[in-house]
T-cell receptor
Framework: GAVVSQHPSWVICKSGTSVKIECRSL??????MFWYRQFPKQSLMLMATSNEGSKATYEQGVEKDKFLINHASLTLSTLTVTSAHPEDSSFYICSANSPGGPSYNEQFFGPGTRLTVL | AQSVTQLGSHVSVSEGALVLLRCNYSSSVPPYLFWYVQYPNQGLQLLLKYTSAATLVKGINGFEAEFKKSETSFHLTKPSAHMSDAAEYFC?????????????FGSGTQLTVLP
């Protein structure tokens, strides 16, 4: 149980285009999901906290208009990188809080999405 | 505010040798602590977690960690390294009192296992 998927697993796009990444909790409902960015050989940096039915909470330094987050249902959050540029190339990982029980306070991570902007 | 410090960005051990990955935390409230493993181009997999129960926590793949409040440490160990243990390891802390349950990650330790 507690599986999180991401789609696509990798994407290559041209500079100036927008890219949407989906994060789904497959077998549980997640009121809160998190989006991270990871540069090569570095740790995960929290970008934003996605709350179902409300606006996302962005970390300091993350452009809200650049990285659009939508959490329209209890099993789906999307991250849209708008007008992508080469510096947006990175590994994007989402996670979702477990609903409770033995896995309370645990985050389950998606497999990540590799974005390359040409 | 919480923080995690992982000492040693790279650790190399021989196959069969003891693995010790260090993690120290800072938290103003009782923390929840986690160790995750990441293989190349993959997400994070939970190895083990401390949530204020037993201080010695056993996880998957033979790993364990001991929570030492006096030392503010949560070091990860494995008695005998296997080639398949080569990966990036992240220590993370969560505020036990927070509703959002955000994680703060350490900088990571790359484990290399030598034949």
């Amino acid at each position: 149980g507690a599986v999180v998927s991401q789609h696509p697993s990798w994407v290559i796009c041209k500079s100036g285009t927008s890219v949407k990444i989906e994060c789904r909790s497959l077998d549980f409902q997640a009121t809160t999901m998190f989006w991270y960015r990871q540069f090569p050989k570095q740790s995960l940096m929290l970008m934003a906290t996605s709350n179902e039915g409300s606006k996302a909470t962005y970390e300091q330094g993350v452009e809200k208009d650049k990285f659009l987050i939508n959490h329209a249902s209890l099993t789906l959050s999307t991250l849209t990188v708008t007008s992508a540029h080469p510096e947006d190339s990175s590994f994007y990982i989402c996670s979702a809080n477990s609903p409770g029980g033995p896995s309370y306070n645990e985050q389950f991570f998606g497999p990540g999405t590799r974005l390359t902007v040409l | 505010a919480q923080s995690v410090t992982q000492l040693g960005s790279h650790v190399s051990v021989s196959e069969g040798a003891l693995v010790l990955l260090r993690c120290n935390y800072s938290s103003s409230v009782p923390p929840y602590l986690f160790w995750y493993v990441q293989y190349p181009n993959q997400g994070l997999q939970l190895l083990l977690k401390y949530t204020s129960a037993a201080t010695l926590v056993k996880g998957i793949n033979g790993f364990e960690a001991e929570f030492k409040k006096s030392e503010t440490s949560f070091h990860l160990t494995k008695p005998s390294a296997h080639m398949s243990d080569a990966a990036e390891y992240f220590c993370a802390v969560s505020d036990s009192s927070g509703s959002a349950r955000q994680l703060t990650f350490g900088s990571g330790t790359q484990l290399t296992v030598l034949p």
